[in-house]
């Protein structure tokens, strides 16, 4: 028989709590990296994190602790599950502490800001390795459901296509069915700027602009996000898939998303400064609108929504005056 595969989960949040439970319910043995020592102290004595995912009961394999190599030490995968634009710092730290063949795996859906670099490169620049040892999951996987337990497919990426079957078989559950894909440019986007039309659809639905403003806004949010990824190198054919449709279809229809509640919150007339004091979690679109946008400039690409996004959340334009705009766009073909 062989041996459960060890995994490290950097960090105890919402989602790092949520995946830490999907691997221990796959058969691997977890450790739960947790800043805070209260957060470690409630995953192993209480089978609880109550700040993220209260009510949840944590099964028996999934431990924590403070201590970064204690967590990385021996561990066949390490994922990462941080706010993108802390990353970089924080992989700085752990780096020397990693196992010397993990493979890492962000969870993360942002895009640096000033870099305009995905997750997966940054990881590769920070802990100077070759894109076969960086994977990364992704798809429409609200923490909360998941940690319920409720039906959820994901996508495994890596340009590898072996390391992603093996990431595959340590993540599968009953109700956690993940997909390999080789496409980790597309699967990055994807998540990335599923979280800016989410923010988008979330001002609409606060506006009250009813279903049909939110379907045109999911489909030329994914339009725009394909236009993307093309330029820079993605199979088209991605964002039809989980990375794409399926994550935008969940983000922008869950109260449960914080990106979608954002976004409401400010379609309601909240100013930015209120939106950010009632959003206890990590909304990645908030920054990432910006690093998307800059993404975008950098390679000729127009995105109309996600541009509009970066006016409304921090340029403070009003949204009924960024809906005249882009509703008075030149008109022109559906698909070009
Ligand atoms: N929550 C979800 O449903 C979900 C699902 C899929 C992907 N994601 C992605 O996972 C990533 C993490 O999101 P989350 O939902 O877990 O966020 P969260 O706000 O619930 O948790 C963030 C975690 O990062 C830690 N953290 C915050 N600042 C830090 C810093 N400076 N240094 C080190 N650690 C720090 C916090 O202590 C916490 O453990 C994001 O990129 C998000 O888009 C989230
Ligand atoms: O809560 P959000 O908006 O970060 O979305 C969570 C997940 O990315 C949904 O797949």
Redesign the pocket.
């Known amino acids: 028989m062989s041996m459960p595969a060890k995994a490290a989960v950097?960090?105890?949040?919402?989602?790092?709590?949520?995946?830490g439970m999907v691997l221990a319910d796959a058969g691997c043995e977890v450790t739960l990296w947790?800043?805070?020592p209260e957060?470690a102290e409630a995953v192993n004595s209480g089978r609880t994190n109550p700040d993220?995912l209260p009510g949840v009961e944590l099964p028996g394999n999934l431990r924590a602790t403070t201590d970064p190599a204690e967590a990385a030490a021996g561990a066949d995968f390490t994922f990462l599950?941080?706010?993108?634009q802390?990353m970089r710092?924080?992989l700085a730290e752990w780096a020397p502490l990693l196992a010397p063949r993990t493979v890492l795996v962000s969870?993360?859906?942002?895009v640096e800001l000033g870099t305009a670099m995905r997750?997966s490169e940054v990881i590769e620049d920070v802990a100077k390795v070759g894109p076969d040892r960086v994977a990364v999951v992704?798809g429409p996987?609200?923490?909360?459901e998941?940690a319920a337990r409720m039906p959820a497919a994901a996508v495994v990426a890596c340009t590898d296509e072996t390391v992603a079957r093996r990431l595959q078989a340590a993540c599968h559950t009953p109700y956690f069915r993940p997909y390999t894909e080789t496409d980790v440019v597309g699967c990055e986007l994807g998540?990335a700027v599923k979280?800016v039309i989410g923010l988008a659809v979330g001002i609409a639905d606060g506006m009250g602009l009813g279903d049909n403003a939110k379907g045109s806004l999911i489909t030329r949010g994914l339009a725009e996000t394909a236009r993307l990824g093309t330029a820079l190198g993605a199979d088209p054919l991605t964002f039809s898939g989980l990375a794409g449709l399926g994550d935008l279809v969940a983000t922008c229809s869950s109260p449960?998303?914080?990106n979608h509640t954002f976004g409401t919150n400010l379609g309601k007339g909240m100013s930015l400064e209120e939106t950010i004091a009632v959003t206890?979690?990590?909304a990645?679109g908030v920054k990432s609108c910006e690093s998307v946008a800059d993404l975008a400039r950098r390679h000729g690409v127009e995105m109309p929504i996600t541009e509009t996004v970066v006016d409304i959340v921090h340029e403070g334009k009003p949204p009924v005056v960024a809906l005249k705009e882009l509703m008075s766009r030149s008109a022109k073909p559906e698909r070009r």
């Open positions: 950097f960090s105890a949040g919402s989602w790092g709590t949520a995946f947790a800043r805070r957060v993220y599950s941080v706010p993108s802390t710092a924080n969870l993360m859906k942002g997750m992704t996987n609200l923490a909360r998941i998540g979280n449960l998303s914080r206890k979690q990590t990645e």
